[in-house]
């Protein structure tokens, strides 16, 4: 079947059956170690039991290879011509969770039909990624106009202010992995280093926040003398000049070492405030590069340092008021600035205690002491990964993370040959939403990310977050088998 029109799909494609094998290979571990982390010494059930983890897990792994079949076979043209009413459907259930669901573990994130619990917010995922794709595939469409820059944001963070209403943090920033497909599709690198930098300032403002040098903290005077760097690299790179980066370094180095020899003659030495002074005069100067250059730019330059200094001033307010309590101890955690074993580290803690007790090959199918006496919490979800490196060891570990590359790869080769913006845009999506959660998974179960509760893909136990991750994969599939063909 072919269709002729504005965009053209050519149904003889083949299904990507490598990437099909890559799922089916992950339901099935993930399966195998959902019963090893819930099994039970005392109380034994059967791979197949539906009264334990593994055999519900089982019946949702059946539910999703129907899903699967299903989405394979419906016409792709389907999935762009709805995709708007998709995501306004799904933007309304957020809207009912948020205002009928039952507070469960802290957050209004669950909708209770009978038997059955779902997380609408995994399911936003694709329908997200759908949005995009069919606004990115409108004829003569251009990132970088401010209404389609507008449209584009308001797609992606609408979501996001509604998850994070319903206390699930971790989900909402599941969305702003979609940052890499915007790249992708010509977002200036930029917003990208204006995004890094600021995770720098955060990181930097809270780790040192204790510390006072003058009247500002040791972070904050840290972050300012990289704001300030960060300023002068930008106008090295985007405006290729040397002499005004060379010009603002030297000046705020010429700051500092008067100061310092002013020092010598008896003034008070104030590092802090010789950093604002340094901060200012780059501003300054910046200025004066905007009227002898005549350039735009620099302006633009100006809003980021400025920018950037608003923001580390108030990362002290977000982090105290904004943020609760339990969020900051899991921050100060990862940080190091705070142990909490029997609080808010005690997930980490016992999570690194039994990845470390596997060793190199593990102790054994079923043989985790750590899992069977039950010392890690969510063992079965969110840190399903120290069941495998209990039982299987760096080993096992270190080869369900090539296999997770190797499957990203995959999903990135499958993105860059689709033929139309709708597919490349989904496929970049899709690729960009599966890094983040393996990223964050295994970097909170080792203990480099803070804990934010999000799920290992097809590992992890949940049927929303198996439906969610097959219905985002197959999709894709669909779109990739109906790819136009030269």
Known sequence: MVYQGSKEWVEKGRIDWLTVGFYLLFVVLGWLNIYAASYDLENTTGLFDLSGRAGMQLLWIGTSLLLAFALIKIDVRFYETYA?????????????????????????????????RLQPAEFMKFLTSLSLAKVFNSYGFRLMERRNLILVTAIILLPVILVIAQSETGTALVYLSLILMLYREGLPGGFLFM?????????????????????????????ILLIILFTASLIRNYLHRSEPFWGMLLLSAGIFVSVYLLSLFGMKLDWGGTALVALAASAFYLIFLFFRYRQKSYLY????LLGSFLFLESVEYVFQDVLQPHQQMRIKVTLGMEQDLSGAGYHVGQSKIAIGSGGLTGKGFLNGTQTKLKYVPEQDTDFIFCTIGEEHGFIGSAII?????????????????????????????????????LVINVGMVIGIMPVIGIPLPFFSYGGSSLWGFTILLFILLRIDKSRKRT
């Open 84 to 116: 708007f009413i998709f995501y306004l459907s799904g933007i309304f259930l957020l809207l009912v969770t948020l205002l009928v669901a039952k507070e469960i573990n802290g957050s209004r994130s669950w909708l209770i039909i009978g038997p059955v």
């Open 195 to 223: 995004g890094i930098a600021l995770v720098i300032y955060f990181v930097l403002g809270i780790k040192f926040s204790d510390t006072m040098i003058g009247f500002i903290s040791q972070g904050e005077f840290i972050t």
């Open 301 to 304: 330059i100006l809003l980021f």
């Open 401 to 437: 993370l090539i296999l997770f590359l190797v499957f990203i790869l995959r999903l990135l080769r499958l993105a860059e040959r689709q033929t139309t913006p709708f597919g490349r845009v989904y496929g970049y999506g899709v690729m960009s939403i599966f890094l983040f959660h």
